[in-house]
Structure formats: C-alpha cells, structure tokens
C-alpha cells in the first residue's frame, strides 16, 4: 500500500532563512510526487511535481523539491523565506498503476516570523 | 474563468438532517473528485467520477452519496448527518486521471454537524 508521510506538524523559520519542509513516501514501483499548498480558507494549489528526470523540481513562488529514491523523500525547499509563505503544505503521492489513487500526507504548518 | 466553485461555503446542521453540496468547474475536465479535510489527517477521498454519469468509491465513502449528471457538476450529498462528518469538504477536478495530472480545488465548504 502507499502511503506518504510529513513528519512534522508545524515549521517555523525566520524571514529570509532557507526553509524545508519533509515528505518521505512508501510507493510500488517509481512514484509520482506533489506538493500543494494551502493559505487561510483556501483550497489547495499546485506548486511543483516530480515525474521523472532532474531529481531537482523548480515550481511556483520559488520553491523547489529534491527527489531522493534512496531515502524515499522529497523535501520541499526555498533558499529565502518570505512572511507570506506562512501556510499549510501539503505532499502527495501516486504510484504509476492506473488504479494507484493520490494519497496526501497530513500537511505541515509553515509559519514564517518577520 | 472561475476554476472550480463550491456551494455553498458554510453550513450547520443538526444531526439526521440532509444536504446537497454542489461543486462546478467550467474547465472542461473529466475527472473530479470530493474530499473531506481533518486536523492532523490530510485529505481522504470520498468518491470521484471519472466522467458525466459515472461514479466511484473512494477511500472514505460510508454516509456519502455523489452524482454527476452533468459533466461540469458533481453533487456530494449526506442522507442522515451525523457528528463525525463535521469536516472541511473540497471538490477538486482534473483533465484526466493520468498519474501526473494536477488537480484543481475548490475554496471548500465548512460543515458543522451538532
């Protein structure tokens, strides 16, 4: 079964230090990764995907993700914190059989102090 | 443009009562999908329709029923409301339900259950 998992419920960083944020990940066979985020009653928005190739994903607001099969991870990360990034983030998993459903990991907060 | 639209954004009932959430995208996908939202436990997948006149279960249907007679609607409905499906509901589309397909999300639909 898939599953995938962030270990940690909240992430605080100062304004314009890097940040990360953890998603490790169970999946038969090559997975397919994503991160969503999710600001204050919003639903969830794209940021990035991994589908195959550079282990390196760049996606929306300067955030980027590094695939790693060894460990089974892919972090989210951004070189320079902004206040606004203060929201929930979500990863997700899907493996590549046609009837693998995406699985979202349980999020994790955010917050990002001037 | 509207992307996908939740109706209505809250709602509080009182246990045994019944109620229609209506989702509407004006993308053209195929693929849309219901999901509840918890604290600490990510998104759970309801049911999904993989096209006009089709649905499926997901991970958590008990207590839950879905149409899609239209291919730009999906309805969520919940015959006898009970406490435990107080939850944050999002309806979310896609194009297709390739394995790297983005998803869309709605704003979400507050419900309260007493």
């Known amino acids: 079964a898939q599953s995938v998992a962030q270990p940690e419920d909240q992430v605080n960083v100062a304004e314009g230090n890097p940040l990360t944020v953890k998603c490790t990940y169970s999946v038969s066979g090559n997975p397919y990764l994503f991160w969503y985020v999710q600001y204050p009653n919003r639903g969830l928005q794209f940021l990035l995907k991994y589908i195959t190739g550079d282990n390196l994903v760049k996606g929306s607001y300067g955030f980027e993700a590094e695939f790693n099969k060894s460990q089974t991870s892919f972090h989210l990360k951004k070189p320079s914190a902004l206040v606004s990034d203060s929201a929930l983030y979500f990863c997700a998993v899907r493996g590549v059989s046609s009837a693998s459903k995406i699985i979202f990991g349980s999020g994790t907060r955010l917050s990002i102090r001037p | 443009n509207a992307g996908v639209t939740q109706t209505p954004k809250f709602r509080v009932l009182k246990t045994g009562q019944s109620m229609t959430l209506l989702c509407a995208q004006d993308m053209n996908h195929e693929y849309m999908y219901w999901y509840r939202q918890d604290p600490g436990m990510g998104l759970r997948l309801i049911h999904y329709s993989v096209g006009e006149g089709t649905t499926a279960k997901g991970e958590v249907p008990d207590g839950y029923n879905v149409s899609r007679l239209k291919k730009q609607n999906f309805l969520l409905g919940l015959e006898s409301a009970a406490p435990s499906q107080t939850s944050v509901y999002f309806c979310?589309?896609?194009?297709?339900?390739?394995?790297?397909?983005?998803?869309?999300f709605g704003p979400g639909t507050r419900l309260t259950v007493l």
């Open positions: 979310a589309s896609s194009r297709t339900t390739q394995q790297t397909d983005t998803q869309y």
